[in-house]
């Protein structure tokens, strides 16, 4: 007999399993497929010799307890609701920032402190540099007030323009400008032009001319708000307790089992073919792959093919995960660095380094006296294309490329490449290999100057395939796909007839 549940979830990133869990909360029967033996995509974690590292992400917003200070603390409010606890500690830096000409910048938790750092490097700016992150703080007063859904639904829309007309038009008019083209409202200096294209590229892998403001007003405001805060036990334990979430509601997370295809029956989704051939079939099907790969891989007819252009394909990632003799790690260091030496090369493919030392605030992750470092760098498949996969050839060309960004990384630890006990690395063929992502592409983007809007919503072209994750509105980051995850839930738990409340 062929299994027949409400909703399909393909893939157990944070936009997937969000899906799911919300669904399944609220009584829909609910299962994700999810081809790895571990949940979690980009946010999952591994182990190896004793340390636990985080593969991808390991800066999180959303987890803030305080409700009174607004909505955007999604991981609390879905926790809350699905009565799974998991515990956070705040991190008080969210990222220093190493720049030339001796300019470095810790944003810290305390905005007037960080904003203090730029007041000091740039004095005739200081009005020019208020004014810009107020206009920050003006989109994060909007969003921050309003309930998450789905923009695709009528009855959400006229919900919260209803209730809050005029945040809901000025929030339609900021939707309208980038983040660079606000700044250069305000500020004339180059060089602190650039640090914020760098706040941008950060986690947009964009400048700031090609981020939307309403973007912006999330990542570059919010950490003064909510804060940066990280899980106990490292990026793994938000997959497994969104995982947990779903069991605990009776729905099912089935590891280790991909989806070959999307089934389509005169223009709808009717369920998914399993790799080996079984089939399930579902009211709704929600795929957690990327744009790319759900009209290509999974959905094979031609004519939902994503037209080449349509969007920006992002770089990949060389990671470098390292265990290390904890005494290179100085006494205050921070968590999370970004090193760029060069401004003219900060954009290109291995320009910036982004590295972190999440063991300073979870020494368990970490034998005693020892932590792990996460070194990595922008990058794309076609570098490493000419490599035979598993050759020696291949495996002296990873590691001599990460022992040059360790060199480079000395800069701020010095002593560091004697001190690495173990190390890891994986090129973008490995990151396409885990999740399964176009090139192992970071996901799409929008063009410079396009509205924000243009980001695809949950629904597709094909009835009833939705769509969770950094492909759609807002785009990438966890707390970005958290939402896309609400969003989706919300519009698919309508349609079935059983609206979600607002969290
Ligand atoms: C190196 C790196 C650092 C990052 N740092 C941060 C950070 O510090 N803070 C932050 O907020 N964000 C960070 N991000 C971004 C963030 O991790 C991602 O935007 C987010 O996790 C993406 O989630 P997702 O749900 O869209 O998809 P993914 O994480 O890509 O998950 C999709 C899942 O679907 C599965 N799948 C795909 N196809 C199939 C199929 N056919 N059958 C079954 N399963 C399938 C994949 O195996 C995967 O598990 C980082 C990303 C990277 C790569």
């Known amino acids: ?112 402190r960080f ?6 490097r740039f004095p005739h700016e200081k009005a020019g540099i ?13 969003l921050s007030s309003l309930p998450a859904g789905s923009l695709e ?25 980038s983040m660079g083209g606000t700044a250069r409202k305000y500020i004339h200096d180059e060089e602190l032009l650039r640090f914020i294209d760098l706040e941008s590229y950060s986690w947009a892998v964009q400048d700031a001319l090609g981020t939307p403001l309403v973007n912006a007003g999330i990542c570059l405001a ?7 805060n990280y899980p106990v036990g490292g990026s793994g334990v938000i997959p497994a307790a969104l995982v947990k979430g779903i069991e605990k509601f009776g729905g099912e997370v089935r590891l280790g089992t991909a989806v070959d295809e999307v089934i389509i029956d005169n223009g709808r989704a009717v369920g998914v073919r399993l790799k080996g051939g079984q089939e399930v079939h579902a009211s709704a099907v929600v795929s957690n792959a990327t744009v790319w790969d759900t009209f290509s891989r999974l959905v094979t007819d031609s004519r939902f093919q994503v037209p080449e ?3 920006v394909k992002a770089p990949s990632w060389f990671q470098v995960y390292l265990g290390v003799d904890g005494r290179v790690i100085p006494q205050g260091f921070n968590v999370h660095h970004i090193l760029v030496e060069e401004w003219d090369r900060y954009d290109e493919l291995g320009g ?11 020494p368990t992750l970490a034998p005693s ?60 063929q490995t990151h396409e290999r885990y999740l399964g992502r176009l090139d192992g592409s970071y996901g799409p983007m929008l063009h410079p100057g396009q509205n924000v809007l243009f980001k695809p919503q949950n629904r597709t072209p094909v009835k009833n395939l939705f769509m969770t994750g950094d492909s759609t509105f807002p785009g990438q980051g966890v707390i970005a796909v958290t939402y896309s995850g609400v969003s989706c839930a919300s519009y698919i738990a309508r349609q079935l007839g059983r609206p979600l409340e607002y969290l």
């Open 130 to 142: 208020r004014r810009f992150y107020d206009e920050l703080e003006a989109v994060y007063d909007i």
């Open 115 to 120: 904003l203090e750092c730029l007041y000091q």
């Open 309 to 311: 252009g349509r969007f």
């Open 369 to 428: 006296g020892k932590h792990t470092l996460h070194l990595f760098v922008t990058d794309e498949t076609w570098q490493w294309e000419r490599f035979e996969p598993k050759s020696q050839e291949y495996r002296k060309a990873k590691e001599d490329y990460a022992r040059s960004l360790i060199a480079r990384t000395e800069r701020l630890l010095p002593g560091l490449s004697g001190a690495v006990e173990l190390m890891v690395t994986a090129t973008p």
């Open 1 to 112: 007999m062929t299994e027949r549940v409400d909703v399909i979830v393909i893939g157990a990133g944070i936009g997937g399993l969000t899906t799911a869990a919300l669904l399944q909360e609220r009584g829909f029967s609910t299962i994700v497929f999810e081809k790895n033996r571990f949940p979690g995509g980009s946010c999952s974690a591994f182990t190896n010799g004793g340390y636990t590292f985080d593969a991808g992400a390991s800066v999180f917003y959303g987890f803030n307890h305080d409700d009174s200070k607004g909505t955007l603390n999604l991981h609390t409010r879905i926790f809350r609701k699905l009565g799974i606890e998991l515990r956070t500690i705040p991190d008080p830096v969210q990222i220093h920032y190493h720049m030339p000409n001796s300019f470095e910048v810790p944003v810290h938790y305390d905005r007037f």
């Open 352 to 362: 910036t380094i982004y590295f972190s030392a999440p063991t300073i605030l979870d």
């Open 153 to 177: 639904d009528p009855m959400h829309i006229a919900a919260v323009g209803a209730q809050h007309p005029l945040k809901s038009m000025s929030l339609g008019v900021k939707t309208l400008f």
């Open 222 to 228: 919010d950490r003064h708000h909510g804060g940066i």
